[in-house]
T-cell receptor, first 114, second 112 residues
Framework: AQSVTQLDSQVPVFEEAPVELRCNYSSSVSVYLFWYVQYPNQGLQLLLKYLSGSTLVKGINGFEAEFNKSQTSFHLRKPSVHISDTAEYFCAVKKGGSNYKLTFGKGTLLTVNP | DAEITQSPRHKITETGRQVTLACHQTWNHNNMFWYRQDLGHGLRLIHYSYGVQDTNKGEVSDGYSVSRSNTEDLPLTLESAASSQTSVYFC???????????FGPGTRLTVT
């Protein structure tokens, strides 16, 4: 079965500091990868996705992620965070094939402090 | 603009009652999904549908059912609500050939 591991459940950082949220997946076949953000009392919003091509993917709000096939990782990064980036972030994976299901990690709560 | 809506946004019900949560999307997407979100578990798939009259069980389907009579709607029914079903429920949809899912705002259900 497909699994997604988000290595940190909580990441506190100071405003304007860089941040990396880690995500590893288990699969020996091709995958599609996603990062979602959830602000308090809201649904999930797509940040970025990797389907194929360049391994460095840029998303909304200044976030980017790098697909590393050999390490089965898809870490999310931002060079300088803002207070407004405080939210929960979810990594998700879709295994290659005809189904449309996503498997989500348990989430990482990013807290940006002034 | 196309969107996905859920109703009600908040619901309190008693153990043993039947509850139906509504999900409506105007994206004209074939694929629709129901998840529950619980602390420490992330999002877990309850049921999903790839088109009208198609329904499939997810990883936590016991005690839940869905029906798909048209493209826009996928209502989720709790046949006999249990306290373990207190959770936040999210509906999502995706289009044919596209894998990213679009989420509704969620329904917070409390079973007392």
């Amino acid at each position: 079965a497909q699994s997604v591991t988000q290595l940190d459940s909580q990441v506190p950082v100071f405003e304007e500091a860089p941040v990396e949220l880690r995500c590893n997946y288990s699969s020996s076949v091709s995958v599609y990868l996603f990062w979602y953000v959830q602000y308090p009392n809201q649904g999930l919003q797509l940040l970025l996705k990797y389907l194929s091509g360049s391994t460095l993917v840029k998303g909304i709000n200044g976030f980017e992620a790098e697909f590393n096939k050999s390490q089965t990782s898809f870490h999310l990064r931002k060079p300088s965070v803002h207070i407004s980036d405080t939210a929960e972030y979810f990594c998700a994976v879709k295994k290659g094939g005809s189904n449309y299901k996503l498997t989500f990690g348990k989430g990482t709560l990013l807290t940006v402090n002034p | 603009d196309a969107e996905i809506t859920q109703s009600p946004r908040h619901k309190i019900t008693e153990t043993g009652r039947q509850v139906t949560l509504a999900c409506h999307q105007t994206w004209n997407h074939n694929n629709m999904f129901w998840y529950r979100q619980d602390l420490g578990h992330g999002l877990r798939l309850i049921h999903y549908s790839y088109g009208v009259q198609d329904t499939n069980k997810g990883e936590v389907s016991d005690g839940y059912s869905v029906s798909r009579s048209n493209t826009e709607d996928l209502p989720l029914t709790l046949e006999s609500a249990a306290s373990s079903q207190t959770s936040v429920y999210f509906c999502a949809s995706s289009g044919q050939g596209a894998y990213e899912q679009y989420f509704g705002p969620g329904t917070r259900l409390t079973v007392t």
